[in-house]
């Protein structure tokens, strides 16, 4: 109780969950990823760095990213678990993707499959995930 007032405070769960960083925790439960669409990593064959090529498998989360790009004002770069860039989503794939990151939506993508299609050419499927709070 509250002696300058009168009144008796009590606690309410919702706002205990605030506190310590269990905000993180109770909202992680509310959050789903929706199948928007399955693509291919396009530019594969152009990464400076190939190694990255060795460290990805199946079902791993990728990050998408919009870039400022000349040759393409939609683009959206394909990176690693750990940064590293491994092309674009197509640009034919693109325009609708690159409007919801622009309107603040988080999209990533999963490794689907990975065919190498030579010695310095792999092709890497991923699916494109919307991620909803």
């Known amino acids: ?13 919702a706002v205990a969950l605030t506190q310590n ?4 925790k109770a909202i992680k439960p509310l959050t789903k990823e929706i199948h928007l669409f399955d693509t291919y ?3 594969v064959s152009y ?18 990213q919009r870039e400022d790009n000349k ?6 770069v394909v990176l690693s678990s750990d940064g590293k860039k491994l092309g674009y989503v197509p640009e034919k794939d693109n325009i609708i993707f690159s409007r919801l990151m622009d309107a603040g939506k ?12 030579s010695i ?13 709070f």
């Open 71 to 76: 040759f393409d004002d939609k683009a959206i």
């Open 1 to 13: 109780m509250d002696e300058s007032t009168g009144l008796t405070i009590h606690k309410s769960e």
């Open 106 to 117: 988080l999209l990533v993508a999963y490794i689907i499959e990975i065919k190498k299609r």
């Open 41 to 43: 990593v396009a530019g």
């Open 21 to 24: 960083g269990g905000l993180a």
């Open 47 to 64: 990464l400076k760095d190939k190694t990255v090529l060795q460290e990805i498998k199946i079902k791993d989360r990728l990050t998408l």
């Open 120 to 132: 310095d050419y792999q092709q890497i499927s991923i699916g494109i995930y919307l991620v909803d």
